[in-house]
Nanobody, 123 residues
């Protein structure tokens, strides 16, 4: 099991930036993909970005491409999400997640989850 704790959320104006962090603890992160999901009010949780355990492979939802960057530091057991050019529609609770094996975009395949951090983008 990987224990996950997010930080870095907050309130930002449209066009601004935020950097989310996720601290991992517990088992080794070898062969553990990590990712970010988000859930807006009244909507289902959706995949935002994922990164392989080596960091060599990343995947983004279309709305995040070109604006968000996912990265990880396995030595520090930290996952990051740099979010630039934020839009009001990015407002959601953002969750860090982990799973063994490859990145997939459906949330049911991810084993471990953080509690989430709120991101609010004002217009």
């Amino acid at each position: 099991q990987v224990l996950l704790e997010e930080s870095g959320g907050g309130l930002v104006q449209a066009g601004g930036s935020l950097r989310l962090s996720c601290a991992a603890a517990g088992r080794t992160l070898i062969d553990v993909a990590m990712g970010w999901f988000r859930q807006a009010p009244g909507k289902e949780r959706e995949f935002v970005a994922g990164i392989s355990w080596s960091g060599e492979t990343t995947e983004y939802t279309d709305s995040a491409k070109g604006r968000f960057t996912i990265s990880r530091d396995n030595a520090k057991k930290t996952l990051l999400l740099q979010m630039n050019s934020l839009k009001p529609e990015d407002t959601a609770i953002y969750f860090c997640a982990a799973k063994t094996g490859a990145i997939v975009t459906w949330d049911s395949a991810w084993n471990d989850w953080g509690q989430g951090t709120q991101v609010t983008v004002s217009s």
